[in-house]
């Protein structure tokens, strides 16, 4: 019989597959006995080579790959990638399109929000409430639906504005799902706050201060449950965020429960704000004419997805089709987050501190090149790309 | 009883394929009522029967590092155990098919080794999921089984019997659940907590070790370990409706009351998070023993009054 | 703080019908904006091209029977489709629309996701050898 001598490791991996993540990452948790001592993280295995890929499509056709990169922030993707463009190309896009633009916005996070509270729910073995959100999901897809024409990847946008309008009958349908969603919202907000064993799963578990989420770079809901106050939205409007302004939803606690409820009480700010716009919505035109060859030059365009600050950086040479895009997306901010906080729980705290910051893996995949201070830049072609994917997995 | 009525009982009725049909159904009607309550339609009559047809059909894959005999021959152990206990219970109503005295700790003990054998067959494989799942179930074990059995043995006091025919004789026709409430609740969390049911689940989390120590498990061993699952839920239900709602006189009685608890334990089942495991443990040992501690002291305070 | 704080929906589901609906038995309505299949209408078409140069999907292509005439054939590959209505913005004659009403495409074979639209006579005279000005389409077998 050995005695286990201390320098021997139990690691307990999470994924790739797994069932407590809806999409392939790698953790690696060091455990002694139910207690983690040590978190480690591997990503990539959701890139796509979508970054390289718009370098060979046109600008329109890029508008729809890149809301590909996720599914369920995909028009937030969308909007980014048209609000560069636009400003390279020194286009106005008129107010109505960009009011639109918001609304289906604002609709898309109230869909990732609902979501998102199932996914906690189900990772911390609430399978009723899990149920219950996602079944109230199913209105404001169904609202989505109704004006765009699909669930997800809707697709509203065009270069230069929006697909389509917003009639007085979906105004009407519109309003009347947001009361329903608003009288469930208020009861789901009751549920994680009354119901005892869902506390005793969520509050006090994975603590993260205001100063360490500052250092970490955590971003979005994460951040804001700290008592960060970082919201795009507020902190450099754009769309028609300065007509139609939004409130910082804060919390101070900076554990799991607080952020279940900043990301439910902000769901108050959107159907207060969706009402607003659509009693005020400004009458006009819903797009405007972009030229095929946008001018050279570059452009940066910061939006506020439901995860947090999306980042687009547009490179244009002049041409119909782009130089270079990069995109940064908030779950890679928030990932440094979940390794830190992680020492010092229980193994059965690691789904929700994981589900706590709304990992989005398929969204974070990028490839990164360190340049040598030495060495001039590389560009690597589609070949080199696809070959590096496939040797560094072997 | 003669050899031939031996060997039906325990192969075709009231054991046997009677009780793994019965155990199926009974999972099936737990899933429609959890499905019920969570505003969806739950699987078809037949789901648990195809998945049980499906898993005796697949390969059974015997990983490395493991002990090929365990790893075969536990899950037959744990649904040998169950089984047998089905013998000494007044199953569908009919009389128990064999009795002795002091039956009730042998049935408490052939119960727990399904799950024994789950700890066993998790400690044998190499991997990391199973070895997290087997050392939750026993860790449960330790924490719900004192209060469980207490909870069994209060109705055993007020018999002043050991023997489960005698103990269902004296309360058929005595609702026990109004004189010793404590007792049936214990009674039935208890249940829960033995067949890892929601709240109770953590030995089996799916969102944190896969599938506890049944990970490695496939095919025919996984079917045999379900089995048992769903047979000692009969069991179960049929020990808590003959000690406290009064005994199971007649086939029809004894679907009735055990429906009637399913639906209790399927509403706690859909009402309630999961529990962690330290909060399980913490659970069972601080309010579980204590209640059942207090009932035994106003059972005996009762009788030595009344005496 | 209590135990079971959804106890009230938990109850009232017992007596509530349940939400799922038995589709393909029970059918709702598809929305009138709908982004289902592409249908062509060749009449209006001058042949621009641009609904198949801003397909991202790459699902378009468009064969010129008689450019001069305004004679073309739409060939659709609906399996690359990505129903996003590219193609309705783009083409500025309206000549593209996407049905609401076809929107059920599973199959068992790719031999129904290769569409063509266009007049049946145009599709003989190009069988026929026919074509004008037609560069970039290889010779039909």
Not at chain 2, 46 to 58: H, I, S, T, W, Y
Request: charged share 20%; hydrophobic share 45%.
């Amino acid at each position: 019989m050995s005695v286990r001598t201390p320098q021997e490791r139990f690691i307990v991996p999470i994924g790739p597959q797994h069932p407590a993540l809806k999409e392939p990452g790698h953790f690696e948790f060091t455990v002694d006995g139910e207690v983690v001592t040590g978190a480690s993280v591997r990503l990539g295995y959701a890139h796509r080579g979508i970054e390289k890929a718009t370098e060979g499509r046109n600008w329109i056709q890029n508008l729809y790959l890149l809301e590909r990169v996720c599914g369920i922030c995909s028009h937030i993707h969308a909007s980014a990638y048209a609000l560069g463009v636009e400003s390279l190309a020194g286009v106005t896009v008129p107010p109505r399109a960009q009011a639109i633009r918001q609304l289906v916005a604002e609709l898309e996070r109230i869909h990732s929000h609902l979501l998102w509270l199932g996914v906690a729910a189900h990772e911390s073995g609430f399978e009723t409430l899990f149920m219950y959100t996602w079944r109230d999901r199913e209105r404001v897809m169904d609202l989505l639906e109704a004006i765009s024409g699909n669930r997800v990847n809707y697709s509203a946008n065009v270069l230069g504005g929006v697909k389509f309008d917003i009639s007085a009958e979906q105004a009407d349908a519109i309003l009347a799902g947001l009361e329903f969603l608003e009288e469930r919202t208020d009861h789901y907000l009751e549920v994680i706050r009354t119901d005892a064993l869902f506390v005793r799963r969520t509050s006090g578990i994975g603590v993260m201060t205001r100063r360490q989420a500052e250092v970490l770079g955590a971003v979005g809901p994460t951040a804001r449950a700290s008592g960060v106050p970082r919201d795009i939205r507020v902190e450099a409007p754009y769309m028609a965020y300065r007509d139609f302004p939004v409130v910082i939803v804060m919390d101070t606690a900076g554990d799991l429960k607080a952020r279940v409820e900043v990301r439910i009480r902000e769901l108050f700010e959107c159907y207060r704000m969706i009402r607003v716009m659509l009693r005020d919505l400004p009458p006009g035109e819903l797009s405007v004419r972009m030229p095929r060859r946008v001018p050279a030059g570059e452009t940066v365009s910061r939006v506020e997805a439901p995860r947090g600050e999306l980042f687009y950086f547009i490179k244009g040479n002049g041409t119909d089709q782009p130089e270079r895009i990069k995109v940064r997306t908030p779950s890679i901010c928030n990932m440094d987050s979940v390794i830190k906080l992680a020492v010092g729980h229980q193994l059965a705290d690691m789904p929700m501190i994981l589900a706590g910051i709304d990992p989005c893996f398929s969204c974070n995949d990028r490839s990164l090149v360190v340049r040598r201070s030495q060495s001039a830049a590389e560009l690597w072609s589609w070949e080199a790309l696809r070959l590096h994917g496939i040797e560094a997995y072997r | 009883m003669s050899g031939l009525q031996s060997l039906t009982a325990f192969l075709f009725f009231p054991g046997g394929l009677f009780l793994l049909a019965a155990g199926l159904i009974y999972e099936w009607v737990d899933r429609k009522l959890v499905a019920q309550l969570q505003n969806r339609i739950g699987p078809r009559w037949f789901q648990p029967f195809a998945d049980m047809l499906k898993l005796f059909a697949k390969e059974e894959v015997v990983p490395d590092g493991s002990h090929h005999g365990l790893f075969v021959w536990l899950p037959v152990a744990g649904l040998a155990g169950v089984l047998a206990a089905a013998l000494y219970v007044p199953m569908a109503g009919f009389p128990v098919s064999y009795h002795f005295a002091g039956d009730l700790i042998v049935t408490a003990y052939l119960l727990s080794l399904p799950t024994l054998c789950i700890g066993l067959a998790g400690s044998n494989t190499r991997d990391r999921f199973s070895l997290i799942g087997a050392t939750r179930t026993l860790t449960q074990l330790f924490s719900y089984e004192v209060p469980f059995l207490l909870s069994l043995l209060g109705p055993a006091l007020v018999a002043g019997s050991w023997e489960i025919s005698q103990i269902a004789d004296y309360a058929g026709g005595r609702w026990l659940v109004l004189t010793q409430p404590i007792g049936f609740v214990l009674a039935l969390i208890g249940l829960m907590g033995k067949l890892e049911l929601p709240p109770f689940d953590a030995p089996e989390a799916e969102t944190e070790v896969v599938a506890g120590a049944l990970t490695e498990y496939s095919g025919r061993g996984l079917a045999l370990f379900h089995l048992a699952k769903v047979v000692a839920l009969v069991v179960g239900l049929t020990l808590v409706a003959a000690f406290y709602l009064g005994g199971v006189q007649g086939i029809l009685v004894f679907i009735l009351k055990t429906i009637l608890l399913l639906g209790v334990v399927a509403g706690l089942q859909a009402l309630l998070a999961r529990l962690r495991i330290d909060q399980t443990v913490g659970l069972w040992w601080r309010y579980g023993v204590i209640l059942a501690l207090l009932q035994w002291l106003v059972i005996i305070g009762w009788e030595v009054v009344t005496a | 703080m209590r135990i079971g704080a959804m106890l009230g929906d938990v109850l009232r589901s017992l007596v509530r019908a349940p939400v799922t609906e038995l589709y393909p038995f029970e059918r709702h309505p598809a929305p009138e904006h709908l982004r289902g299949q592409v249908v062509w209408n060749p009449e209006k078409c001058t042949g621009c091209g641009l609904c198949a140069m801003d397909c991202p999907a790459l699902a378009i292509e468009l064969t010129v029977v008689d450019k001069a005439a305004k004679k073309f054939i739409f060939h659709y590959h609906v399996d690359r489709c990505t129903f996003c209505a590219q193609c309705r913005v783009s083409c500025r004659q309206g000549c593209i629309e996407l049905s609401s009403t076809i929107w059920e495409l599973a199959a068992l074979g790719r031999e129904s996701y290769a569409l063509e639209y266009g007049n049946v006579a145009d599709a003989e005279t190009l069988l026929a050898g026919g074509a004008v000005d037609n560069p970039a389409t290889p010779a039909p077998s």
